[in-house]
């Protein structure tokens, strides 16, 4: 059994949109926490650019599905990629509509496809089975997405 | 963002925010991708790659989507330079053209509540 908390990042509500992260299993920190700390060091200038379009699209533009790589994951569950204009460094995430965004972990991309890179593809994985346990939740209405992007409910979930 | 280079960063907004403003043209005026990438002669993944929030565009293709859009991406917005100090209905009895010539009229004409109306402007302070 696996237990998640969802977790709004403050740094980036600035009015158009609302971004969570996912902190698994009562960590301190979550997937977005320890994406910038594995990065920030080799690949600073990828993320640099990663972290201002999260900054431009929740603070002016919205989650518009252009910005992203869409269908990351399976038919339905919201999994796409942001990444560096070059296409190195990439962050999954769950996209819901233009108003809410939770970031998960990812990499650099070194190979043709995420699913020859052991350390995209679990974070992948990971982000499917958060898409999964939020899309139930959502169901039996244990957490609702608020007009403004905000969630309410019982934001830890146990799947 | 401690070492984030600020030029860098407001490229990377700018062109975000280019590509938002193609973006919304585009839905508002329901037309697709596809349909604009045939009226300009480019593939459909180009058009996708402008929408990206990425690509660096040239003048040229600005202009270029500009006149197959019928649209200006550099329209000066009067509302920055001016600001409203009276909403006229135009169709009340009594007033008169005239009585704008002192002032600043927008070219703005808004139609509501029965009214045909022109806003009275003057320009905000430096």
Known sequence: MKKIELVELEE???GA???????VDDADFTLYDRFVEENEKDSTEELVEIMTKLNTMSGRTGFTDSF??????????GICAIT???GKLRL??????N???VLGGGGPKSTRTYQEDPKLLSENLLLRSVSDAMTEAIKEKDIKIN????????????F | MATADPVKVKRIETRMLVAQMLHDYLGLRDISQQSLAGKMGKQPSEVSKWLSGDHNFTIDTLSDIGYYLDM?????KETSLFRCIEEIELSRPGIRAGEFESLRVSQCVFVGNNYTTKKKLERCPA
């Open chain 1, 92 to 97: 999954y995430c769950i996209r819901f509509g």
């Open chain 1, 84 to 86: 560096d204009w070059k």
């Open chain 1, 17 to 23: 949109g609302r971004v969570y992260s996912v902190a």
């Open chain 2, 72 to 76: 200006d991406f550099f329209a000066r």
């Open chain 1, 12 to 14: 980036f509500r600035c």
């Open chain 1, 99 to 101: 108003i809410l965004l």
């Open chain 1, 68 to 77: 992203f790589k869409l269908n990351e994951g399976r038919p339905g569950d």
């Open chain 1, 147 to 158: 007009e403004d992007g905000s969630l309410s409910g019982g934001l830890v979930i146990e």
